[in-house]
Each structure stands twice: as C-alpha cells, then as structure tokens.
C-alpha cells in the first residue's frame, strides 16, 4: 500500500471555527487530492496539487484553502466551518494526472 | 455535468456466484475509467485501471471491461467470495485532474 497518512482521523468541532487536516504521502507523488464523501453524493473533488505550490479548485471548492509547501504534505482547511462541511474527507495522491490514485484512511469531521 | 452512474446500488449473492456490476458515464471523451473497493470506515483501494486506448483489464478473478462509444463499463467478479464483500466504486478521469465517481455497488457474498 501506498504510504498516505491523514490526520486527525476523527474531529468534532464547532461552527465558525477554522479546521486544518493534514494529509502526509511518503511515496513522493506529484499529485494530491483532497475529496469529500457523502451518502447519495459519492466522493466530489475539492481541490488538487499538481506539485508544490501549485494547486487547483475542484468540483467543490467552495469554502475551502488548501496549501502544498511540501511534496509530501497537502493541507486542507476550513476557514470557518460549516454543518454542512460535516462529511468524510480523503486524501489521495499519484505519480501523474492519469496515473492510479492512491488513497488515505480518511478524516470524519463532525461541524456541530 | 458529466455524471457516472451505478447500477445496481446494492447486490447481495451466495458464494461462488460470478457477477457483474455495472457503469455508465455521460460523455464518452474520457482519459481512463477506474475500479475501487472499499470496505466499511475505510478509504478506497484501486483494483483495476482502464486507459481510454484499452478495452479490458485483468487482475486475478476481476475483469474491467470498457466500451466508450456506450459510455459503459462493467466489472466482472469470478467465483465470488464473503471476503469480496465491499462497496465498488467506478470513476471516471475526465479533464487532466478531474475524476468523477460513481455512488458505488454495495456487494454482498453470503457464505
């Protein structure tokens, strides 16, 4: 298995305040990709990296920053979260754009 | 939008069956089409990856058929097994880094 890492795996916390998760890849991937997950949804993308520094919108990006400083580390935050951010977040990572994604354990966020 | 869709949303059969589970994608100009598992509170595992210049991919008792011009792939699973029992997911690669996902086939295989 690819090595991705996120962290934290569970947290709760309250509307309006910032959230950050972490996702870590030892596998020197180009790309990461943070995902949302919901029931009847199916994961949508929020954003990529295609290297570091150089990131994109999603799908669903709406009310969300990320930032890549490393080629290992890719950071999604929530600048004031919402209840309708609560969802499942993943991150994935690859060697190239068409390349297979490799996924992480995921982090259940609960925005009460 | 480009949607993906899966049919059936759930499929429940006995051990050893041999079974299909089916995708369709509204746009056919596509970059590759992917197959993932994934098990209950878990994150995705990929199991077969198709190239929009290849037809069919093949990993042990799982085959990935694709046919662009119906905007279809199905995934074949031989001699099915309670270990098989999982969420299948199909995505779709559209645009350089943008993949679109099916809301999954949830198998599973009774003993």
């Known amino acids: 298995d690819a090595g991705i890492t996120q962290s934290p795996r569970h947290k709760v916390t309250e509307t309006g305040t910032p959230v950050t998760l972490r996702c870590h890849q030892t596998e020197n991937h180009r790309y990461m990709y943070w995902y949302r997950q919901d029931p009847g949804h199916g994961l949508r993308l929020i954003h990529y990296?295609?290297?570091?520094?150089?990131?994109d919108k999603g799908e669903v990006s709406d009310g969300y920053s990320v930032s890549r400083s490393k080629t290992e580390d890719f950071l999604l935050t929530l600048e004031s979260a919402t209840s309708s951010q609560t969802s499942v977040y993943f991150c994935?990572?690859?060697?190239?754009?068409?390349?297979?994604?490799?996924f992480g354990p995921g982090t259940r966020l609960t925005v009460l | 939008k480009q949607e993906v869709t899966q049919i059936p949303a759930a499929l429940s059969v006995p051990e050893g069956e041999n079974l299909v589970l089916n995708c369709s994608f509204t746009?056919?100009?596509?970059?590759?089409l992917q197959w993932f598992r994934q098990d209950p509170g878990k994150g995705l595992t990929s199991l077969l990856l198709i190239q929009s210049s290849q037809r069919e991919q093949t990993s042990g008792r799982l085959n990935a058929s694709l046919d662009k011009s119906s905007g279809r792939s199905t995934l074949y699973i031989a001699a099915s097994q309670p270990g098989d029992s999982a969420t299948y997911l199909c995505?779709?690669?559209?645009?350089?880094?943008?993949?679109?996902f099916g809301a999954g086939t949830r198998l599973t295989v009774k003993p």
């Open positions: 990296s295609y290297g570091v520094k150089d990131t």
């Open positions: 994935a990572s690859g060697q190239a754009s068409t390349d297979t994604q490799y």
């Open positions: 746009d056919s100009a596509i970059y590759n």
């Open positions: 995505a779709r690669f559209y645009n350089n880094n943008d993949m679109r």
